[in-house]
């Protein structure tokens, strides 16, 4: 079980499942709730992974995930976990342990290839030592060659496949932490135009990037779809303390990408943070950029814009604090002079915060 395929259970517990909910799951796979160390949702489902794996139960939690939400599991854990539990030909595991047999048979096909060069060899030194007269090379390349055939005509030596387990890669997840999660619709054509939506008022916009800076980037790094990602990113800031509406976040976004950011600032991210929607205030949000946004490809109706983020929350009322890494993939819609984000995917990269 990879690391990356972990950090995607451990992600759909927290966002998929209420306490009562991990509670009655550990219950069924053999785990106690109250005894595990960690605090709240999002460190419960961090212990329940690691006691799951340390007990060898991680099967029984895949099978539990894949009965309680299956819809939730496919979406994030996907099929490449079935497709390395189950083999090929659609055997269980005890019926393909019948059919690889015991480890001692396997042996013998490479000791019986082995006894078949040796006899080979030693047929050839007789020959060679009890010939008459010296032979020329090529007269005991030809006598040799009925020796050779017949120690090629040994039985070849199988090798034993052993099929690995697929790691998840580009699986969009979803996070106790991420400003955007992989939930959001999936990736839709470049070409397909964006509804029609509403004229709305002139929301609360952060200020725009010191026009000095663009001097250090790229023409690809400047163009204005990347510029608003930066924008955007600096709104989402504001939006989860408070600052800014859920109606300033229209100006941006669009259609189930909105909905997707507006359910993780009002909903998932409170309960990450363990506040409610009137503390929002005693949040410190940061992020920077790893990699800085840069347009990788562009249509007369929009363009799509990659980077790599680094976002920090923390509560300080309780210092509960919550750090990730992911790459993040845009798919804007050009809407006059601004670009508006239509869907977006994100990969966990690495989280944990450095002390």
């Not at 950090?7 to 998929?16: G, S, Y």
């Not at 539990?85 to 013998?108: F, H, L, V, W, Y």
Request: with cysteine.
């Amino acid at each position: 079980m990879t690391d990356q395929t972990l950090l995607q259970l451990r992600e759909l517990l927290l966002n998929e499942f209420s306490e009562p909910e991990l509670v009655a799951l550990c219950k069924d796979i053999g785990l106690d709730y109250e005894a595990l160390p960690g605090t709240g949702t999002f460190g419960k489902t961090r212990e329940i992974v690691e006691a799951a794996r340390a007990q060898d139960k991680l099967r029984l939690l895949h099978s539990r995930l894949r009965e309680l939400k299956p819809e939730a599991y496919a979406a994030n854990i996907g099929a490449a976990i079935t497709a390395a539990e189950t083999p090929a030909d659609g055997s269980t595991p005890a019926k393909q342990e019948e059919k690889a047999g015991a480890p001692i048979p396997r042996m013998i096909l490479p000791l019986l290839a082995l006894l078949a060069l040796v006899i080979g060899a030693s047929l050839i030194f007789s020959r060679l030592s009890s010939a008459p007269t010296p032979q020329t090379a090529a007269e005991a390349g030809s006598a040799e060659q009925p020796t050779l055939a017949s120690t090629e005509a040994a039985p070849p030596v199988q090798p034993e496949v052993i099929s690995a387990e697929a790691t998840i890669e580009n699986t969009p997840a979803a996070s106790e932490g991420a400003p955007v999660v992989a939930t959001v619709a999936p990736e839709m054509d470049a070409a397909a135009t964006a509804p029609a939506e509403s004229p709305t008022p002139e929301p609360t916009l952060p200020s725009q990037p010191e026009p000095a800076a663009t001097n250090t980037l790229s023409a690809s790094e400047a163009h204005p779809a990347a510029m608003n990602v930066r924008q955007i990113n600096d709104q989402l800031t504001l939006f989860y303390t408070g600052k800014a509406s859920a109606q300033d976040l229209e100006y941006f976004w669009m259609g189930e990408a909105l909905r997707a950011v507006l359910d993780f600032g009002n909903t998932r991210l409170l309960r990450a943070m363990r506040i409610t929607a009137d503390q929002r205030d005693a949040l410190e949000i940061t992020h920077e950029y790893l990699r800085a946004p840069t347009v990788t490809s562009e249509t007369t109706n929009g363009a799509v814009v990659a980077s790599r983020e680094f976002w920090r929350y923390a509560n300080a009322l309780n210092r509960n604090e919550v750090c990730e890494v992911r790459d993040y993939v845009y798919n804007m819609v050009r809407d006059g002079e601004r670009y508006r984000v239509r869907s977006v995917q994100s990969r966990l990269v690495r989280s944990g915060c450095e002390s």
